[in-house]
């Protein structure tokens, strides 16, 4: 079984007006903050930004369990400033981001300018463990085609700049202006991977490795495949269950890969229209079918998407839950529709972030049992397995 692991990037508001505010200086150093569960906390571009990278799991309790006191940790670092840890990707209201002092930030805003000036976004990144190096490119051939998906299952940032956007994921629009973000092409080889990566440097336009922020990737710090699309979202179960996804389609992947089945033969740059439809839309509208090219109704495509990878899911009994938090945001909404919904009661956008902090953290609502099987996922009225 593959090991995963999650880091998640969290907006930091204050406490009481529940606006955007800069951390500074911490009253206490955030690596103090963890308190030996693994979690490491550090700042991000932006002093408005916290991230919490969760220490690898095996299961998906597990991974629910690290994924919530993880933003418990970041929640109570966030206290010690006056302020509140939320997972909101954009900021609801306006906000002019304070860049963290660091040189390398530093020398990121002054190539990039209003691109890193503005940049004020919360993602999730879902790492997955791979054998190889050749491994790990074999699966990012096979598995892009679907990356717009898993984008779609996280829309939870609608706001931008004190207004709608039209967007479900207008974070995604957002991170796009980077130069070297969004879907990348078939590569065939980790040579090849590894060709393309020194080429894109050799431009001189990104700083390092560091700055390569395709969709999803092999990871430079750690031995795994980093999909890096999706926005942070509202719910923690919304979370774990696309992790748990996302390491089931790495491993369907790896296994098409040493069966000889080749990978979907679609260009980057129609992968990217792709990926602005989940954008636009969510789960709202149509996804475009990686099978045929063409808009279908976004469940139908989800449902695909469960199909392909429901085969791992079974083994790591993980299928019953996942459909089921799966069935939950197809009928009543990922982040963005909640968030929308919140802001129409009052049109106040504080009423947005107030009910974000809420879901945020949000008591559990999955335990382990004493076989170790998932059970009691989201819909009460559901058996047990």
């Not at 690898?56 to 670092?77: K, N, S, V």
């Amino acid at each position: 079984m593959r090991t995963f692991g999650v880091e998640e990037e969290l907006l930091l508001v204050d406490a009481t007006t529940l606006v955007p505010m800069p951390a500074g200086e911490w009253d206490v150093p955030l690596e103090e903050q963890s308190g030996g569960s693994g979690h490491r906390l550090t700042l991000e571009l932006q002093q408005e930004q916290i991230e919490i990278d969760s220490p690898p799991q095996h299961t998906l309790t597990g991974q629910l369990e690290a994924i919530r006191l993880g933003r418990a940790l970041a929640d109570g670092a966030a206290a010690t400033v006056g302020g509140r840890a939320v997972a909101l990707p954009t900021a609801p209201s306006p906000v002019t981001p304070h860049l963290v002092p660091k040189p390398r930030h530093q020398r990121i805003s002054e190539r990039f300018r209003l691109v890193a000036d503005e940049q004020l976004t919360c993602g999730l990144h879902v790492h997955v463990a791979v054998e190889s190096r050749e491994e790990g490119v074999a699966v990012l051939d096979r598995i892009r085609v679907w990356v717009p998906v898993l984008l779609a299952l996280s829309a939870n940032s609608p706001f931008w700049n004190g207004a709608d956007s039209g967007y479900a994921s207008y974070r995604y629009q957002v991170w796009s202006r980077w130069p070297t973000a969004g879907p990348a092409e078939t590569f065939g080889s980790a040579a090849a991977y590894d060709r393309h990566l020194q080429a894109v440097l050799a431009s001189g336009v990104p700083l390092d490795p560091g700055m390569l922020y395709f969709d999803a990737r092999l990871s430079e710090r750690y031995p795994t495949l980093e999909v890096r699309v999706a926005d942070v979202c509202l719910d923690a179960e919304h979370a774990a269950a696309i992790a748990a996804i996302v390491r089931a389609l790495v491993e369907t992947g790896a296994r098409a890969w040493r069966t000889g089945i080749e990978a979907p033969v679609v260009s980057a740059a129609v992968l990217r229209t792709w990926t602005w439809q989940a954008s636009r839309h969510g789960l709202e509208n149509n996804l475009v079918d990686p099978g045929t090219g063409i808009p279908r109704p976004a469940g139908d495509v989800v449902l695909q998407l469960l199909d392909l990878v429901r085969p791992v899911l079974a083994e790591y009994a993980e299928e019953q839950t996942v459909e089921t938090v799966i069935a939950d945001m197809l009928a009543h909404g990922t982040g963005v529709r909640h968030q929308r919904d919140a802001h129409g009661v009052r049109n106040d956008l504080g009423d947005v972030v107030r009910a974000a902090l809420e879901a945020t953290h949000r008591a559990p609502t999955i335990v382990a049992p004493r076989d170790g099987r998932e059970t009691n996922p989201w819909r009460q009225d559901l058996p047990e397995p």
